[in-house]
């Protein structure tokens, strides 16, 4: 009995080292995919502020005539203003700027890249269908095909397809996966006979060999924000499947649950007559809006509404950042609260038993870190202390940036001083730029800092630019959202 029992033992802790293995490998992966995103895509950030619309009072949105009579009451607008405040807290995120920015072909390659890497699991999906129609495994498709029939014959064919969405998110969530070789790489055939020919006008009015430079020119600008946001959706998708905010995909789910309780309660025309109406409304109402405000087409998108909140990579990354960096702050904070329990207890030893419990003073009261601000909230413990910094120059001068409790400073080399820093809440924007047209010797790396009132600095030789970019986005506590870059970025000299 005493040798099965240390068997089991044995067993046990053979279990534990494997899974604290396991635990290891996802937790390099998480770290390595947030170096990648913010490091590869994320160029410039601005903190998300949300504008303060007032609640519209009807009297402003009255019409009189010159003798002061009333003429009408503009419910159009007063309909408008309320819709923005309604709107104000939720949709700061769905503003951008990318209409108002120059092409840059740049940006669309690495668009190109992130639907690549976002369309993995698609891929592998559509080589399984593409197996599924070839009857490759006549039994497979056979069973396919006849469940399929089931389907169309009770009129289903919505409910079931959300069903099985359903089934595979939760499939994913609770059970076990099974291990499998990652693929080095996906091969893919493309038919560009057909495109040629789409494009045949084109060749003849520039030649077979000059005719690629003015198609991306003319579908470049267009493309660009297209693919973006075709990137973000794939994003978003990913993020859902993985759940990585298990509320925000329950809502989801629940949406989808609510969809498969409509459509199996009521008739299949209803269910057709739902999805019409919402691609009528789309392409009458919100293809419009989005073609004269491009600005605003995520608020009038039925898919962003759909998978609401959940975020893209780069969000993500952003929280994922802000929560590391809080993990960081509260081991500081209980470190240097030890250190000075050590030194009173050594001189009074009567205070050993006042401060037993200043450590749980570290804390910003916040479970998930993701709405902490600064190190004040605990009492000041960290203030003037420098998290990190990173050997720059500024206007010629060398020195280091410093990111301490509440903001940033630059700090030069000799003699030693400070020149300038600036508060968290002050910063307005961020903008990697590599190699830019404004900076005369190449391969240069700047990091320049828009502030509150359009001031703006820029750091120059930073080795470390995406290490301090990542840094400032954690440490910070700010919400950012990702912007495209401006056309100087990114552009090689």
């Not at 099965?4 to 937790?27: H, L, N, T």
């Not at 070789?181 to 560009?192: G, T, Y």
């Amino acid at each position: 009995m005493s040798g099965s029992g240390s068997d089991a033992e044995a067993d046990e802790d053979e279990v534990q080292k494997w899974q604290k293995a396991i635990d290891d490998i996802e937790a390099r992966r998480e770290m390595t995919k947030v170096a990648w995103t913010s490091g590869r895509f994320c160029h410039r950030v601005r903190v998300m502020v949300k504008p303060e619309v007032k609640f519209p009072e009807k009297s402003t949105f009255r019409e009189f005539d010159e003798n002061g009579e009333l003429v009408r009451f503009q419910y159009e607008k007063w309909i408008g203003h309320l819709f923005l405040y309604i709107t104000q807290d939720m949709g700061s995120r769905c503003i951008d700027d990318s209409t108002d920015l120059p092409f840059n072909r740049d940006i669309l390659v690495q668009n190109v890249e992130r639907i690549i890497m976002a369309s993995g699991p698609w891929q592998e999906w559509l080589l399984t269908l593409r197996s599924i129609y070839r009857w490759e495994d006549p039994k497979v498709t056979g069973r396919w095909f006849a469940v399929w029939a089931f389907v169309w014959y009770l009129n289903c064919t919505i409910s079931f397809t959300l069903c099985y969405v359903v089934f595979i998110v939760l499939q994913n969530r609770f059970c076990a996966q099974p291990i499998e070789k990652l693929r080095a790489s996906h091969e893919r055939a493309l038919d560009r006979g057909k495109s040629a020919l789409k494009f045949g006008d084109l060749i003849n009015r520039h030649g077979s060999s000059d005719w690629i430079d003015p198609l991306i020119d003319g579908v470049g600008p267009v493309a660009q924000v297209q693919l973006g946001d075709i990137a973000d959706l794939m994003e978003i998708l990913v993020n859902f499947y993985n759940w990585k905010y298990p509320r925000l995909t329950a809502y989801t789910i629940f949406f989808f649950s609510t969809c498969i309780t409509v459509g199996l309660l009521t008739p299949a025309d209803f269910s057709l007559k739902i999805v019409t109406m919402i691609i009528i409304w789309w392409f009458f109402f919100g293809r419009f809006v989005a073609s004269y405000h491009p600005q605003y087409r995520h608020l009038v998108s039925p898919i962003k509404y759909v998978y609401w909140d959940i975020p893209t990579h780069a969000e993500w990354a952003f929280t994922y950042l802000r929560k590391t960096a809080q993990e960081v702050r509260q081991k500081m904070i209980e470190r240097k609260v030890q250190h000075q329990y050590d030194i009173e207890t050594r001189e009074h030893p009567t205070y050993q038993g006042n401060v037993a419990s200043a450590p749980s003073q570290g804390g910003d009261g916040d479970s998930d870190g993701d709405d902490w601000h600064s190190a004040k909230s605990s009492g000041g413990i960290l203030d003037e202390t420098d998290f990190i910094c990173f050997r720059c120059s500024h206007h010629g001068v060398p020195g280091q940036l410093a990111i301490y409790s509440d903001g940033i400073r630059f700090i030069r080399k000799f003699p030693n001083k400070e020149m300038w820093r600036r508060s968290f809440s002050e910063i307005a924007e961020m903008n990697k730029l590599t190699g830019s047209r404004t900076v005369k010797l190449k391969k240069e790396r700047l990091l320049e800092f828009t502030f509150m009132g359009g001031v703006v600095e820029k750091l120059e030789d930073m080795k470390r630019m995406d290490e301090a970019f990542n840094a400032i986005i954690g440490f910070s506590g700010l919400h950012w959202q990702q912007l495209q870059p401006r056309h100087e970025a990114n552009v090689e000299t």
